[in-house]
């Protein structure tokens, strides 16, 4: 199985900064990365596919970037709305697994 | 905008067998694949295993010899079966589109417990 490993597992952070969520493959999984949010109590949302395609209706201020191994999840501007858990997905192979989750608090 | 709307038991005991299906509404059932992913209370997601329209399965090793996932077409929806629980299966248990990406139901609470 391939591990995927999120850095880090929290954060806390303010309002307007700029938040960067690292994922990495314990093995090369091309661009075949995605990324979700979930919010307490709801079902995860897609925001990225294929590593940095934006999810339709999802705000720029969110990006994606990486290949091979590594991968990267900006936002760049923290609103309190994003303020959640995220996970990165791979879906290069079976089985399909999900990094540990970052959690997003409020400073 | 397609819909994923999915029941089953929310209570079972040890060694049962946990039953979910999911309808899919307001969007093609073929072209995709159909997945099932879990959540234990305040935990990560694991990916259970997925079918497609024709019946193809692709299952997580970790459960394959427990679960069948299983398809009709007819009345576009989706199922998952998982056999001989114990509390470890408690989870909240989601079914998903796996098209670009993974688009989710609500999600059902499934706890195991004697």
């Known amino acids: 199985d391939i591990q995927m490993t999120q850095s880090p597992s929290s954060l806390s952070a303010s309002v307007g900064d700029r938040v960067t969520i690292t994922c990495r493959a314990s093995?090369?999984?091309?661009?075949?990365l995605a990324w979700f949010q979930q919010k307490p109590g709801k079902a995860p949302e897609s925001l990225i596919y294929?590593?940095?395609s934006l999810q339709s209706g999802v705000p720029s201020k969110f990006s994606g970037s990486g290949s091979g191994t590594d991968f990267t999840l900006t936002i760049s501007s923290l609103q309190p709305e994003d303020f959640a858990t995220y996970y990165c997905?791979?879906?290069?192979?079976?089985?399909?697994?999900f990094g540990g989750g970052t959690k997003v608090e409020i400073k | 905008q397609v819909q994923l709307q999915q029941w089953g038991a929310g209570l079972l005991k040890p060694s049962e067998t946990l039953s979910l299906t999911c309808a899919v509404y307001g969007g093609s059932f073929s072209g995709y694949y159909w997945s099932w992913i879990r959540q234990p209370p305040g935990k990560g997601l694991e990916w259970i295993g997925e079918i497609n329209d024709s019946g193809s399965t692709n299952y997580n090793p970790s459960l394959k010899s427990r679960i069948i996932i299983s398809v009709d077409t007819s009345k576009n929806q989706f199922s998952l079966k998982l056999s001989s629980v114990t509390a470890a299966d408690t989870a909240v248990y989601y079914c998903?589109?796996?098209?670009?990406?993974?688009?989710w139901g609500h999600g059902t609470l499934v706890t195991v417990s004697s």
């Open positions: 294929a590593t940095s």
């Open positions: 998903a589109r796996r098209g670009k990406t993974l688009y």
């Open positions: 093995q090369g999984i091309s661009n075949y």
């Open positions: 997905q791979q879906y290069n192979s079976y089985p399909l697994t």
